[in-house]
């Protein structure tokens, strides 16, 4: 085991976007998004950012291979699942989240209504008070309308 007492994940995630899909973000379904992640499971960019951002804390690769997008079991699938199975993993190893913090890059809708609900939901996936759960949006200015990206820091403490 790792004889370190904090440890700095990072994790990012992109999705093409496609009109007539659900757009999900952070657990939570985006009410007038005029386009949807095109993907393998349920394509919330910013759990999978998160989910990255755990296992790549303590060098365990990322959820590519663990949720292989070859495999027909995983179609569709929640994308709570993926993080609470990082989650797991980190939890066996010792080490828990004491914070996190992600980035959505999005055009459009504005996601600002949205922010508590998602702070809510990934603190609670995280299993991390709200307080401790930062959530910003940015636009990408036009260059990436049919994009979605997500990034994701979290610091994992020992015990
Ligand atoms: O990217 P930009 O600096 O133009 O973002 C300006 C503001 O718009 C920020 O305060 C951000 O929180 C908000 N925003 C949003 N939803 C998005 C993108 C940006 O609420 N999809
Ligand atoms: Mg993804």
Do not use: C
């Not at 985006?30 to 499971?41: D, E, L, N, T």
């Not at 997008?69 to 699938?77: I, N, P, V």
């Amino acid at each position: 085991m790792s004889a370190l007492p904090y440890r700095i994940g990072y994790g990012e995630d992109a999705h093409r976007l496609e009109a007539g899909r659900t757009l999900v973000l952070g657990g939570v379904p985006v009410p007038h998004a005029p386009a949807g992640a095109v993907a393998h499971s349920d394509g919330d960019a910013a759990l999978h950012a998160l989910a990255d951002a755990l296992l790549s804390g303590l060098a365990l690769g990322d959820i590519g291979q663990y949720f292989p997008d070859t495999a027909a079991e995983w179609q569709g699938l929640d994308s709570a699942v993926i993080l609470a199975r990082a989650l797991e993993l980190v939890r066996a190893r010792g080490y828990r989240p004491a914070n996190a913090a992600l980035v959505v890059t999005l055009d459009r809708p504005k996601l600002g209504p949205l922010r508590a609900a998602m702070a809510q939901r990934m603190a609670e996936l995280l299993q991390l008070p709200e307080t401790e759960m930062g959530v910003s949006f940015k636009t990408s200015e036009g260059l990436a309308p049919d994009h979605v990206q997500a990034r994701a820091t979290v610091l994992l403490v020992a015990g």
